[in-house]
T-cell receptor, first 114, second 113 residues
Framework: DAKTTQPPSMDCAEGRAANLPCNHSTISGNEYVYWYRQIHSQGPQYIIHGLKNNETNEMASLIITEDRKSSTLILPHATLRDTAVYYCIVRVGAPGNYGQNFVFGPGTRLSVLP | EAGVAQSPRYKIIEKRQSVAFWCNPISGHATLYWYQQILGQGPKLLIQFQNNGVVDDSQLPKDRFSAERLKGVDSTLKIQPAKLEDSAVYLC???????????FGSGTRLTVV
């Protein structure tokens, strides 16, 4: 079973920041938070991941609370192309760890509106 | 870098027929995964390979599903015989190592009628 809780859907105006929350209150110390998204008719696409510190890349920013029980994915300037299902996943990221696969929940369906 | 290639893109079969899907992972990726995604749900892992060995097939319905990864590169997933509830998108993913992020293919959409 997925170890995360996400709202089923969200809307965001084009050009505004999209803030997608994720609750992972049972996260373990060695589990990372990963975000993927799935655009219609495509496979899931990796966005970003982090352990404790906030992370930023060319696609998004990941803000993890100090107690690590929740996180927020931020798309700073959402475009229509960002309309997709966003999945928040927690799993162990240590080398040599076999069998810890990505368990996808239903995710959040983000609709970016013109 | 070329992505994960899957074929066919779409397949329609009648129940009780057999079907096979093919996946070519990114060159050098040792770990390969097959996921099943039913409409409206997140992807569910069917099987994980490390090179040509099976690491996890606990959720693979082995009475009808089989998968192989000969020579540790390409992989095929077979369903025989198919049931109506097998209608789904079958996604292949690969990664350099199990603890790293995956790259997914575009999937094969299977419709069983």
């Amino acid at each position: 079973d997925a170890k995360t809780t996400q709202p089923p859907s969200m809307d965001c105006a084009e050009g505004r920041a999209a803030n997608l929350p994720c609750n992972h209150s049972t996260i373990s110390g060695n589990e990372y938070v990963y975000w993927y998204r799935q655009i219609h008719s495509q496979g899931p696409q990796y966005i970003i991941h982090g352990l404790k510190n906030n992370e930023t890349n060319e696609m998004a920013s990941l803000i993890i609370t100090e107690d690590r029980k929740s996180s927020t994915l931020i798309l700073p300037h959402a475009t229509l192309r960002d309309t997709a299902v966003y999945y928040c996943i927690v799993r162990v990221g240590a080398p040599g760890n076999y069998g810890q696969n990505f368990v996808f929940g239903p995710g959040t369906r983000l609709s970016v509106l013109p | 870098e070329a992505g994960v290639a899957q074929s066919p893109r779409y397949k329609i079969i009648e129940k009780r027929q057999s079907v096979a899907f093919w996946c070519n992972p990114i060159s050098g990726h040792a770990t390969l995964y097959w996921y099943q995604q039913i409409l409206g749900q997140g992807p569910k892992l069917l099987i994980q390979f490390q090179n040509n060995g099976v690491v996890d097939d606990s959720q693979l319905p082995k009475d009808r599903f089989s998968a192989e990864r000969l020579k540790g590169v390409d992989s095929t997933l077979k369903i025989q015989p198919a049931k109506l509830e097998d209608s789904a998108v079958y996604l292949c993913a690969s990664s350099l190592a199990p603890y790293l992020g995956y790259t997914f293919g575009s999937g094969t959409r299977l419709t069983v009628v």
